[in-house]
């Protein structure tokens, strides 16, 4: 079973950039998985952000597409996320995740947080305006 620890979150002036890192360890190759960020507000559902297939095909959210890029190292078994252009309403706990089964589309609108199954404990990103 892969384990998932996020870093790099952080507190950040409106406009400002971030990348956030998840590890990933254990027995099973990572690089057989779907991975994927989420993020979370208080009393609001975790939502999906991005997410990074097998094939190297990315597909993100619309409130970040053009602002957010995805990639994976595969050598280091490190998924990252590249915020730019951040804003205030960017503001939440972002969580990894993985999956062994199809990869979803971020973009189709719909909750995806169902399909994976592994997920890390979170890094807490805080936008000001």
């Known amino acids: 079973q892969v384990q998932l620890v996020e870093s790099g979150g952080g507190s950040v002036q409106s406009g400002g950039s971030l990348r956030l890192s998840c590890k990933a360890s254990?027995?099973?190759?990572?690089?057989?998985?779907?991975m994927a960020w989420f993020r979370q507000t208080p009393g609001s559902e975790r939502e999906g952000v991005a997410a990074?297939?097998?094939?190297?095909?990315?597909t993100y959210t619309d409130p970040v597409r053009g602002r957010f890029t995805i990639s994976k190292d595969n050598t280091e078994n490190t998924l990252y996320l590249r915020m730019n252009n951040l804003k205030p309403e960017d503001t939440a706990m972002y969580y990894c995740?993985?999956?062994?089964?199809?990869?979803?589309?971020?973009?189709?609108?719909?909750?995806?947080?169902?399909?994976?199954?592994?997920w890390g404990q979170g890094t807490q990103v805080t936008v000001s305006s």
């Open positions: 995740a993985a999956t062994p089964f199809l990869c979803p589309d971020m973009g189709d609108g719909r909750a995806h947080s169902t399909t994976f199954t592994i």
């Open positions: 254990g027995p099973t190759d990572s690089s057989s998985y779907c």
């Open positions: 990074w297939d097998q094939d190297y095909t990315t």
